[in-house]
């Protein structure tokens, strides 16, 4: 009688581990594939040219760990303000993600500040922009030399118009990261009007 006792109650300890450990394994599933929400916001729907533009990207998943990096601002990576076309409704650029890609493939202007390290404590990243756009230059000086040498990347005041600050992050740790974009990522920068 006693060996079967021993017997039941090894099944019983087995039997728990097994649930614990497929309920470990089924939460951190779960887990995995949680996804971390990020928001874009303007200080401010309108800027003047005297001033930075402000912002902030601000997390908005609860409980849900990420570290986003965003590089040194090249190859693409950081946070892109794109300058909307004064013939798009900028509103509609946060709902059609082809006219997003779009604008940006135009390249009429943009800049990519870099964002180097971004985490789910909780608190926002707050970040600013000079109302500098890059552009490239013709230096004919160069001619001689091969064609991609003769350009050169320049900075110059952005124009009046709306423009957008769209992330494209570098590094995502731990979960899925997705940006959302809404107008509080639009907003006016008034500035030369040309």
């Known amino acids: 009688m006693r060996?079967?006792?021993?017997?039941?109650?090894?099944?019983?300890?087995?039997?728990?581990?097994?649930?614990?450990?497929?309920?470990?394994v089924i939460y951190s599933s779960v887990q995995a594939e949680r996804i971390a929400y990020i928001a874009v916001?303007?200080?401010?729907?309108?800027?003047?040219?005297?001033?930075?533009v402000t912002f902030q990207l601000v997390p908005l998943t609860e409980g849900v760990q990420?570290?986003?990096?965003?590089?040194?601002?090249?190859?693409?990576?950081?946070?892109?303000?794109?300058?909307i076309p004064d013939s798009v409704d900028p509103?509609?650029?946060?709902?059609?993600?082809?006219?997003?890609?779009?604008?940006?493939s135009w390249d009429r202007g943009h800049v990519i500040l870099p964002v180097d390290s971004f985490n789910s404590t909780g608190e926002p990243l707050r970040m600013s922009w000079d109302g500098t756009l890059d552009y490239y230059e013709y230096y004919t000086e160069y001619e001689t030399y091969a064609e991609d040498e003769a350009?050169?990347?320049?900075?110059?005041?952005?124009?009046?118009?709306?423009?957008?600050?769209?992330?494209?992050?570098q590094w995502s740790y731990g979960h899925i990261t997705k940006f959302m974009l809404d107008e509080g990522a639009i907003f006016y920068y008034d500035s030369l009007n040309v």
């Open 151 to 169: 350009w050169a990347n320049a900075r110059a005041k952005a124009t009046s118009g709306y423009y957008i600050l769209c992330p494209y992050l």
């Open 91 to 104: 509103k509609e650029v946060v709902t059609n993600v082809s006219l997003l890609n779009d604008i940006y």
């Open 3 to 24: 060996l079967k006792k021993r017997y039941l109650a090894a099944i019983i300890v087995f039997i728990i581990i097994v649930v614990a450990a497929l309920a470990s």
């Open 41 to 52: 916001h303007a200080d401010k729907d309108v800027f003047t040219s005297d001033e930075n």
């Open 66 to 83: 990420f570290t986003v990096e965003g590089g040194d601002g090249m190859n693409g990576y950081g946070v892109h303000v794109i300058r």
